[in-house]
């Protein structure tokens, strides 16, 4: 059994914030943080619609380095699977000049439940000065948790104050003892963690203040580090009865200048009196004493935040749903269950790509994704009576294979889009087909040193828009054998289904349609406009590649409608791009026949050799450093290319080198960050693993930036996170002479000054599939619609009874919903018997902590 919290973020946009620059203006960014870490990431769940993007005003473009296309003049494969560039992990990107501006960004996190709030700051990006701080929204898990849909709307900015901006614990004991004189009250400080750093070395100088009735008394001052070991106790007179409370104060000591505040516990006395003695960590408080802004006097922010606390029971508990689950779709549209379309109606559109994620993750782990696209297949052809409607509204169907080709798909799609997005980017041409919209002082002059006239834009851009619709298509005519084996059979079935469905001939295209209704309108088209958000690319794109990727996204709606007239008629400036889109047409169709030829034996074996080799989870260059002998270390760091499966962390001198296996991942113990001033870097970070002799060791790589760093890190945490011996400590630091460098501990075995975050993880479009939190979440889902679903066993009852339903689907429809509310109702059962409660918290369960 375990408990799993997550965070669903979205930040949407702000308004009226105020101006930093001489301009008038600001160039505002967010950086998201969960207990004072930097921890978000761009994902593909958000699909842009056509025009999305427009209410963001860009810099103009910066130069961009991008590396060669691999692959290209290759007869019949594609690249294939292309490295995922680095998206930003710490922040979303820059709205230049505006004070309202517009992000519409998302993330998921998935965190350990003891956290305690998440943070969201606005800041101005200065290009040659530090970037300012605008303010910042702070959400507690209390807050939260008392949004059960979510926390959704406004909210004020409020200013930052250094005293406010806090972060650690610290190590405490409180003992009441008795003395011939009366009671004393004994606070032994013993150590603290993870401190602000306030000093240019990227550490502390902490002392701790303890003060309480009138007398104060301190610790000594440990120099550079954020981690330090006092072991110091205190005592004071005891009055009982006295209201005045204990303050336990920590600070960085400066030579020069007045010394910064690092964070304060504060305890009600009283409390302690019938404890006798506590002990435990405590998480240090601001000081909240100082007067702020006037309320919305910086802005807001509009925010849609989701808290979702899960407690997973063991695998066994959820068997019987998931075999009830799997016996419906094996059985097909004709069985006698038909829960899935029951759930389907008892579902809402807002959960309804949740729950057909979920659904669909679940039957991959059970091997049935391809049954049971294909039972929904088959559910929405038996309601659909004219072909133009197939596929278009926002069913379980649509909603189920979207989210399946972005599980199975996403790598092919970057095979076959990645090189024409790169070269979109990099030649950064003005395009426009729409003649109201040309600007002809945007392209500048030509060479006969004259402007061009609108004619001249508009032709140019209609040869810039062939020729990258061309490359599109061919690149996708040669895909058909790097296309995942599971999809072209899942698109087979789709291809066979609506060809039954509709056999005659004015119903030709249907069945390439309906194919191409979510492999380009669903899936190719919403990666055009966004690239970043399907990991396309590292940043958002200026207002003139969004342009010439919009028309091109409208290029390939075009072709994907099999160039209809009803398309055609929308918008008739892209009539220039016909006969491209016309042998676009045969292309795709001449592709989409060769991708759904695949019988099953080919399936199988495509399969069963992809089976054989681990794919990479995560790849990349990383800088290496592995510490040797007692000497120091040197921050002489070789770079290499990496790669990381569910088997082992290998690299190889470049990407195509052979790969020499590092650590085996069954051995990793941690993966953590390692403090700035090790190396003098904050994107460095540890993987701490036991070596074939037993012996642990540990191997220091370096990021080219933090962001990069959070990836690494999150991914090296899922593929061990089931590894026995995790350690639940370990040293941010590294031991350098004689004592590691955080806590000045002399013993290079201790177990570590501060806490592991194996559970601090990001969520990827790739990540391991979890059967049993997928089950929890279809449970919760299911127990939601509880009295929906009993109020259709009333109705089909009634039905059998009066006669009304024939014999047979009724009847087995009823015992199928019948079983599955018994199921629901003994997984509640074992839900309650369960030892649940609240989130673990820190060790103070008997002494208050004063606001």
């Known amino acids: 059994m375990a408990k799993r919290s997550s965070l669903s973020i979205r930040i949407v946009e702000g308004k009226n914030l105020p101006a930093k620059d001489i301009s008038g203006s600001s160039d505002p960014y967010c950086i998201v943080k969960v207990d004072n870490e930097p921890i978000i990431r761009y994902g593909p769940s958000l699909q842009p619609q056509l025009g999305v993007g427009d209410r963001t005003t860009p810099r103009p473009p910066l130069s961009v380095q991008l590396t060669a296309r691999e692959g290209e003049g290759s007869e019949h494969l594609i690249p294939w699977p292309r490295p995922l ?36 700051y606005v800041m101005d990006e200065d290009a040659l000065s530090r970037d300012d701080v605008i303010g910042k929204v702070c959400l507690t898990r209390d807050t939260l948790a008392a949004h059960p849909k979510g926390f959704s709307g406004w909210a004020h900015l409020t200013e930052v104050d250094p005293d406010e901006e806090v972060q650690g614990e610290i190590h405490l004991r409180l003992e009441v003892v008795a003395r011939p004189r009366g009671r004393r009250l004994r606070c032994s400080v013993l150590e603290a963690r993870d401190l602000a750093p306030k000093d240019r070395n990227g550490a502390s100088d902490p002392f701790v203040r303890v003060r309480y009735n009138g007398r104060t008394q301190e610790t000594s001052i440990v120099k550079k580090s954020c981690y330090p070991r006092w072991n110091e106790t205190f005592e004071f007179e005891l009055e009982e009865g006295t209201a005045e409370a204990l303050c336990v104060e920590a600070w960085d000591w400066d030579l020069v200048s007045r010394n910064d505040f690092l964070g304060k516990v504060v305890f009600n006395v009283q409390s302690l009196w019938a404890a006798q003695q506590e002990e435990g960590w405590f998480r240090l408080q601001p000081d909240q004493s100082k007067s702020r802004r006037g309320e919305g006097s910086l802005g807001s922010l509009q925010l849609e935040v989701r808290l979702r606390d899960e407690t997973v029971l063991p695998s066994g508990c959820y068997q019987p749903l998931v075999q009830l689950l799997c016996r419906e779709v094996k059985l097909g549209a004709q069985g006698p269950g038909q829960l899935i379309p029951l759930i389907e109606e008892t579902t809402s559109t807002e959960c309804r790509q949740d729950v ?56 092919y799609l970057h095979g076959v889009l990645g090189p024409i997005i790169d070269r979109v980017f990099e030649e950064k041409k003005y395009v426009e087909l729409d003649p109201s919209k040309v600007e002809v002082k945007d392209v500048g002059c ?89 990991h396309l690319r590292e940043r958002h794109a200026d207002a003139r590649t969004s342009r010439t990727l919009l028309l091109l996204a409208k290029a390939v ?271 509640q059962e074992a839900h309650r018997s369960s030892p649940t409660g609240s989130p673990p918290s820190e060790p103070n369960r008997l002494l208050a902590l004063q606001t």
Not at 372 to 378: A, E, I, P, T, Y
Not at 512 to 531: D, E, G, K, Y
Not at 691 to 701: E, H, I, S
């Open 356 to 411: 057909a994620t979920n659904l669909l993750k679940l039957f991959l782990g059970e091997g049935l994704a391809k049954d049971f696209l294909d039972l929904l297949f088959q559910l929405e052809l038996g309601r659909t009576s004219e072909a133009n409607t197939l596929f278009r509204s926002n069913s379980l169907a649509s909603k189920s294979m979207e989210s399946f080709l972005k599980v199975a798909g996403m790598r």
């Open 557 to 827: 709606q075009n072709v994907g409608n099999m160039d209809t007239p009803a398309s055609r008629a929308k918008e008739a400036w892209m009539e220039p791009l016909q006969p491209t889109v016309r042998q676009g047409v045969a292309q795709l169709k001449d592709f989409i026949t060769k991708l759904v030829d695949i019988e099953e034996k080919e399936e199988l074996d495509l399969q069963r050799a992809l089976s054989l080799q681990a794919p990479p989870v995560k790849e990349g260059p990383l800088f290496i450093h592995r510490t040797k002998g007692k000497g120091p270390l040197m921050s002489s760091f070789k770079k290499l290319h990496f790669s990381l499966t569910t088997e082992a962390l290998s690299f190889a001198k470049t990407p195509n080198s052979k790969k020499s296996a590092l650590i085996k991942l069954a051995n990793v113990r941690a993966a953590e960050k390692v403090a700035e001033k090790s190396f003098g870097s904050s994107h460095v970070m540890q993987v701490i693993y036991e070596d074939d002799a037993g012996k642990p060791q540990t191997v220091y790589l370096q990021c080219k930036c933090v962001n990069e760093l959070n990836q690494w890190l999150s991914a090296l945490r899922k593929v061990s996170i089931s590894n026995p011996g995790l350690l639940g400590s370990y040293h941010p630091g590294v031991f350098r002479g004689d004592k590691w460098s955080c806590c000045h501990q002399k013993d290079k075995s201790d177990l570590g000054c501060d806490k592991t975050r194996s559970r601090v993880t990001l969520q990827e479009w790739n990540d391991p599939l979890d059967h049993d939190l997928e089950a929890q979440l279809i449970y919760r889902h299911l127990l939601g619609v509880e009295a929906a679903l009993r109020e259709k066993r009333r109705e089909l009852s009634a039905g059998t009874e009066a006669g009304s339903v024939p014999t047979g689907p009724g009847e087995a429809a009823e015992d199928a919903l019948a079983q599955l509310l018994r199921v629901l109702r003994d997984l």
């Open 85 to 120: 560039p680095d998206t930003p992990a710490g922040r979303t990107a820059t709205v230049w000049k505006t004070l309202c501006p517009f992000w519409g960004e998302e993330y998921q996190v998935h965190l350990p439940p003891t956290f305690h709030a998440v943070a969201f």
């Open 446 to 534: 030509s060479g006969l040193h004259r402007p061009q006239t609108e004619a001249e834009v508009l032709e140019q851009s209609a040869q810039t828009l062939r020729s990258h619709l061309g490359a599109l298509l061919s690149s996708l005519s040669r895909s058909v054998r790097a296309c995942p084996a599971v999809v072209r059979a899942t698109f087979r079935q789709l291809f066979r289904r609506v060809r039954e469905r509709f056999p005659s001939a004015q119903h030709e295209n249907v069945p390439f349609i309906a194919v191409t209704s979510f492999l380009c309108l669903r899936f190719f088209s919403p990666a055009i406009m966004a690239p970043k958000l399907f």
